[in-house]
């Protein structure tokens, strides 16, 4: 019976998976989160979480973006480009119309310059927001809508767009583009789609 025990135990429940992948938020949650930074006027925060959803950009990116890297002119752009500093390798991004009233708010509330960070930190050792300050942040929205913070990080926020553009269009092509990835199967991870599926749909799309 011992013997039989052992051969017949369970696999891991992690075989196979990727572990402490963050989920992407859903749309509910995100305007759950939305109207109630909107509401509560806690602009810099309203302005951070609708760039982090509309620029697809890793924390590091985020945080040290400037004035200038998104605004052209007196406004907010549409679009933006950003040197990714992980790969070194540009990656453009569009900028929401609610986006862009909402940096732009906050840029006019806080009177930053062009080359001011975008998002300053209030701590005096740093020039702008850290990324631990930003997952902290990120909890707080996570919690105050009764979600889970484990279970979300800032690779939620890079993670959504692209997630909500695929299960649109099953175009894995223009995720890989959006998200700036040299390879596809970096895109597929960040899905959480099987490889063998992937690439099933890569060659209808490319057809």
């Not at 310059?113 to 930003?134: A, I, W």
């Not at 092509?173 to 899905?191: C, F, N």
């Amino acid at each position: 019976m011992e013997w039989s025990h052992i051969a017949q135990r369970p696999q891991p429940w992690n075989k196979g998976k990727l572990v402490g992948q963050k989920a992407p938020f859903k749309l509910k949650e995100i305007w759950a989160i939305r109207v109630r930074l909107q509401m509560q006027g806690r602009l810099r925060e309203f302005a951070m979480f609708n760039l982090g959803i509309d620029s697809k950009l890793r924390a590091c990116d985020l945080v040290s973006l400037r004035v200038r890297d998104v605004c052209h002119g007196e406004g907010v752009g549409g679009r933006a480009i950003v040197l990714q500093q992980k790969t070194q390798r540009p990656v453009q991004f569009e900028i929401t119309p609610p986006t862009r009233e909402a940096v732009e708010a906050w840029i006019k509330r806080a009177g930053l310059k062009s080359d001011s960070y975008l998002f300053p930190s209030r701590v005096h050792r740093s020039p702008h927001l850290g990324t631990r300050q930003y997952a902290r942040i990120l909890d707080g929205w996570v919690a105050e809508i009764g979600l889970d913070p484990a279970a979300y990080g800032t690779h939620s926020m890079r993670r959504t767009k692209p997630t909500l553009i695929y299960r649109r269009t099953k175009n894995l092509r223009a995720v890989q583009l959006l998200l700036g990835h040299t390879k596809l199967e970096s895109t597929v991870r960040y899905l959480g789609i099987e490889v063998d599926d992937a690439l099933e749909i890569a060659e209808q799309t490319e057809a």
